[in-house]
Nanobody
Framework: QVQLVESGGGSVQSGGSLRLSCAAS????????MGWFRQAPGKEREGVAT???????TYADSVKGRFTISRDNAKNMLYLQMNSLKPDDTGIYFC??????????????????WGQGTQVTVSS
């Protein structure tokens, strides 16, 4: 059974940093494309960053230069380092795993399994 568990969310002031983690289990972690997504109140879930099983990455324009996605296949872990946070970054952040996914895809519908999410709140 695939399980994804996020951690590391919290409340920070604008300009601050957070590092999110996602622990994966129940499948061959290294085979999946992994992604971070977020959902703000009243808005649709949107892609933030993805990383292929080979380590190729893609980012939403809104986070380029501020966020870094990484993975540790030996530990079955996914990370999102978030710097220079802005109030618009506020939302619930989810990690997701996908197979048969275009590795550059930021479309939530292409991903098969999801974590429960972790809240990130950025105040001005």
């Amino acid at each position: 059974q695939v399980q994804l568990v996020e951690s590391g969310g919290g409340s920070v002031q604008s300009g601050g940093s957070l590092r999110l983690s996602c622990a994966a289990s129940g499948y061959t972690y290294s085979s999946a494309t992994m992604g971070w997504f977020r959902q703000a109140p009243g808005k649709e879930r949107e892609g933030v960053a993805t990383i292929s099983n080979a380590g190729y990455t893609t980012y939403a324009d809104s986070v380029k230069g501020r966020f870094t996605i990484s993975r540790d296949n030996a530990k079955n872990m996914l990370y999102l380092q978030m710097n220079s946070l802005k109030p618009d970054d506020t939302g619930i952040y989810f990690c997701a795993a996908g197979w048969s996914v275009d590795w550059w895809s930021l479309l939530p519908r292409q991903y098969n399994y999801w974590g429960q999410g972790t809240q990130v709140t950025v105040s001005s």
